[in-house]
C-alpha cells in the first residue's frame, strides 16, 4: 500500500461517515446492507464488515437483533462546567460536581467501609489494606442520569467523627470541604485530572448509554496541607457530555 493510502475499509467507513454527519443518512436510517456496501463501493464482504464494526466502534451505528444496523440519534451535549469549591448550603454533592448553578440535581448514595486497594491506596498516600469509606453516587438532572462517582474517605481521618459517613449525621448531603472543617480538617487545594477510557459494563448502563463505548473521568483529590483527605473518580458519558473549567486569574 503506498505511503499515506488509507485502508479500503477506513475509505468505506469515512464515506458512510460522512453522510451520516452530512445527514443523507439521518437518524434512525437502516445502514446499507453488507451487499450494497460491497457492490457500491466495489469492495470484499471483509472490507464491507469491517467498515460497519469502524461505524459501530465510533458509536454513529448501533445493531438491532434481526432487524440490521441503524444511524444512531446524535446526542445532544451536555456542559459540566468546573469551578473549583463552592462554600455555603448550596454545596451539595451535586453542586460539587456540577457547579452550573442554572441546572438543578438530584443524587443517590451509598456508602460502606472497605479496604483500600494498591491504586486508591496510593491516590491517598496510605497503606494498601487500611480501611476506607467508599460512597457510590448517581447524579441525575431532570431524572435523567449524567453523573456516576465513587468517592474514597480514609477512616483514619474520618472514623469514628460526625462525618464519617458522607450522607448522614449532622453534615449529610454536605461537600467534602464542609464536612471536614467540621472535624477540624481545613481543606486547601483540589487537583483534577481527566481522562477517557472505555466504560465499564456497570457504568455505562447505570448512565443509560450503550456497553462498550468511552467515558470521561475526573479523577479528583482534596488536599489539607498536602495531606489527601478524599479523592474520587466521576464519570460520566464521553459522547453526551462536556467538561468545562472556570478558573481564577490570579
Known amino acids: 500500500m503506498p505511503f499515506g493510502e488509507q485502508p479500503a475499509y477506513l475509505r468505506v467507513a469515512g464515506d458512510l461517515r460522512q453522510k451520516i454527519v452530512d445527514g443523507v443518512l439521518p437518524p ?5 446492507s453488507q451487499a450494497r456496501i460491497r457492490a457500491q463501493y466495489g469492495v470484499s464482504d471483509t472490507v464491507a464488515l469491517e467498515a460497519r464494526k469502524v461505524l459501530m ?3 454513529l451505528v448501533e445493531g438491532r437483533s434481526g432487524s440490521g444496523t441503524y444511524v444512531r440519534e446524535r446526542p445532544v451535549h451536555r456542559r459540566i462546567a468546573r469551578a473549583g469549591h463552592h462554600a455555603g448550603p448550596s454545596c451539595t454533592p451535586f453542586r460539587q460536581e456540577q457547579t452550573d448553578e442554572r441546572i438543578a440535581g438530584s443524587w443517590e448514595s451509598s456508602s460502606r467501609q472497605e479496604e483500600a486497594g494498591g491504586a486508591v491506596a496510593g491516590r491517598l498516600r496510605i497503606e494498601p489494606g487500611a480501611r476506607v469509606m467508599r ?3 448517581v447524579f441525575r438532572t431532570e431524572s435523567e442520569p449524567v453523573m456516576v462517582s465513587t468517592s474514597w474517605e480514609p ?3 474520618t ?3 460526625p462525618v464519617m459517613l458522607p450522607e448522614e449525621g ?3 448531603g454536605r461537600g467534602v470541604v464542609e464536612r471536614m472543617a467540621a472535624i477540624d480538617v481545613v481543606v486547601d487545594n483540589v487537583v483534577e ?4 477510557r472505555p466504560g465499564l459494563a456497570e457504568e455505562v448502563m447505570a448512565l443509560g448509554g450503550v456497553p462498550g463505548h468511552a467515558v470521561l473521568v475526573i479523577s479528583r483529590t482534596y488536599f489539607a496541607g498536602g495531606r489527601p ?3 474520587a473518580d466521576v464519570v460520566t458519558l464521553a459522547d453526551r457530555h462536556r467538561v468545562t473549567y472556570h478558573l481564577p486569574v490570579r
Open 170 to 172: 449532622p453534615l449529610a
Open 135 to 137: 460512597t457510590r453516587y
Open 155 to 157: 477512616l483514619e481521618i
Open 159 to 161: 472514623g469514628r467523627t
Open 57 to 59: 466502534a465510533e458509536g
Open 28 to 32: 434512525h436510517t437502516r445502514l446499507p
Open 229 to 231: 483527605v478524599e479523592t
Open 193 to 196: 485530572e481527566v481522562g477517557a
